[in-house]
Structures are given as C-alpha cells and as structure tokens.
Nanobody, 119 residues
Framework: VQLQASGGGLVQAGSSLRLSCAAS????????MGWFRQAPGKEREFVAA????????RYADSVKGRFAISRDNSKNTGYLQMNSLKPEDTAVYYC?????????????WGQGTQVTVSS
C-alpha cells in the first residue's frame, strides 16, 4: 500500500491542524495505521496508532488529550487531528501502515508533511 501524508503547515501555538494520510487502494482497510514525527536533530517518535477498524487507539503521553487519530476506510484515508498545538509539536509528521498491531517497525511509510508551530 502506498501512503501520502498532507495537511501540514505553519500555525500559531494553540491552533489546530488536521493531517491526512491517503492510501493508494482499498487494501488500506486491512492495515493498522500509525503517525510518527521527527523534529530537527531528534529521533523519530511515535505519536498515535489506530487499528484497522478504528476500535483501538494508542497515543504518546505528550499528545494524549490534544491529538486524535481516526480513519475512514470508505475513503482509504487516515487522519490526525491536532489541537492545542505547542511549539514542541514542530516536526515532520509521517503516516505508516502495517498488518501487525503496534509493530516494532512499520512496513509502509508515507512521505512527511511539515508542521511548524510558532510561539
């Protein structure tokens, strides 16, 4: 499955953004999906994950209560709603997919989308 992330941008602290991850075909509905981010000079970190049906989610502590992951399998698209953004949320955000729930390493990755939060 091929993935394409979009929706990043430059926003002020406290604002919201919604990232999208569009999959190339309907096999997407069989895959669990995750969002990751990488800030300059830092390692890539887990942000959130959702299982194939949307029934299960996981969040990093740093985004819990502010971010929400969701998916619409009829549109082959996953989402990351980001609210109350902080400057420390600035990073390149990547979506990923795998047939395994919370794998050590996801098999499929989209290109990143830049999120910049100004103070």
């Amino acid at each position: 499955v091929q993935l394409q992330a979009s929706g990043g941008g430059l926003v002020q602290a406290g604002s919201s953004l919604r990232l999208s991850c569009a999959a190339s075909d309907r096999t997407f509905r069989s895959y669990h999906m995750g969002w990751f981010r990488q800030a300059p000079g830092k390692e890539r970190e887990f942000v959130a994950a959702i299982n194939w049906s949307g029934a299960m989610t996981r969040y990093a502590d740093s985004v819990k209560g502010r971010f929400a992951i969701s998916r619409d399998n009829s549109k082959n698209t996953g989402y990351l709603q980001m609210n109350s953004l902080k400057p420390e949320d600035t990073a390149v955000y990547y979506c990923a997919a795998d047939l395994t729930w919370l794998p050590l390493e996801y098999n499929y990755w989209g290109q990143g989308t830049q999120v910049t939060v100004s103070s």
